[in-house]
């Protein structure tokens, strides 16, 4: 845990109890796309509490057509079906159960070195969990790991067993690890010719953090399902599994469900995101302020640089945690990623040019 215990937040600074404040770069995981106190999203929060706290999809609300209409309209064209729940894991539990029961198949192919979260099918796509905290006493499913960019590996590996393919476009834990367009494009067209889906997981990358609306828009690729959690809601717990009406029509009613999945709170927050990000114009912010980080920041230690947008992996021959902690002491949030040289920046899409600035000074001044 590190030695900073926020208690208040604005804009992208957080704040503790004796007033240090410090600059965010990490946006606790990826999850605060608005930052902290966002007039619209606490808005937003404040009035929903206001009307109504709680209901389950038991009732129809306004409020969850509303955030799945505007949320199928930030998604890419023809991905018009949503089904909310509460995180990143639980989306991707969702769509993996969704390809392996349509398709009747029973392998997943998944990517080395990829994250999916912590519950059984989630955790068993993710690399190295098996060997490590995996802990379930079977799979839910047959896996096969494909090394990186590896068309040909890929090609070997989907077979007519293959229930669907998972990817992050930018391998978020990784250190922000941006695959090859080739590489996105040779997934669509292989999963395609085995009848196998395209799980496109942008719990991460979604929400704008790449400077499109999801990866899929960024690589021009059209994946048969897309998740998405983290910055959805802007710090409030939320998440979905976004499909097209084809895959919708196929499932009968209580295939899927949710207690909490689309309660009106979440829903409120999901609205005011995107509009704010619309409204605010935060995808060409982050196109051009993630260009200025590439030019200005590899400096001190860093000496390279991977991702997209706000997922953006320093890359540097020290350690990443010595490099962070250095930049703590300075006031500056960052991450480290699972790639031990790969300092990991995720901050709010609000990050401005100055705040840029800073952390280039900062890291100049780190031998
Ligand atoms: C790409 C990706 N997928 C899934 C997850 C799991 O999300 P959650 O922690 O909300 O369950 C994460 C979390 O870090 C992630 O980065």
Known sequence: MLAFEPTHGHGVYLQDA???????????????????????????????????????????????????????????????RVFFVNSGAEANENALKLALKLTGRNKIVAMEHAFHGRTAAAAAVTWG??????????????VEFVPRDDIDALEAALDADTAGLIIEPVQGLAGGYDFSKEFMHAARSLTQRVGAMLILDEVQTGMGRLGQPFG?????????????????????????????????????????GTTFGGAPMACAAIIAVINVIREENLLERVRTTSNEIMQKCITGPITGLQGHGYLLGLVGERKAAAVRNALLEKNILTGTSSAPNVLRLLPPLILESDHVDQLAAALKEIA
Do not use: C
């Open 18 to 80: 004796n007033g240090r404040e410090v600059l965010d770069f990490y946006g606790g995981h990826a999850v605060a796309a608005l930052g902290y106190g966002h007039p619209k999203l606490t808005e937003a929060l404040v009035s929903q509490a206001r009307s109504l706290q709680f209901q389950s999809n038991i009732v129809p609300m306004k409020i969850r057509d509303q955030a799945a209409d505007a949320l199928a309209k930030f998604a890419p064209d023809g991905l018009d």
């Open 129 to 142: 969990a098996a060997n490590s905290w995996y802990g379930f006493p079977r799979m839910p499913m047959d």
């Open 216 to 256: 899929a828009q960024l690589y021009e690729v059209q994946p048969d399902l897309l998740t998405t959690a983290k910055g959805l809601a802007g710090g409030f717990p939320a998440g979905a599994v976004i499909m097209s009406n084809d895959i919708a029509k196929q499932l009968g009613a209580g295939e899927l």
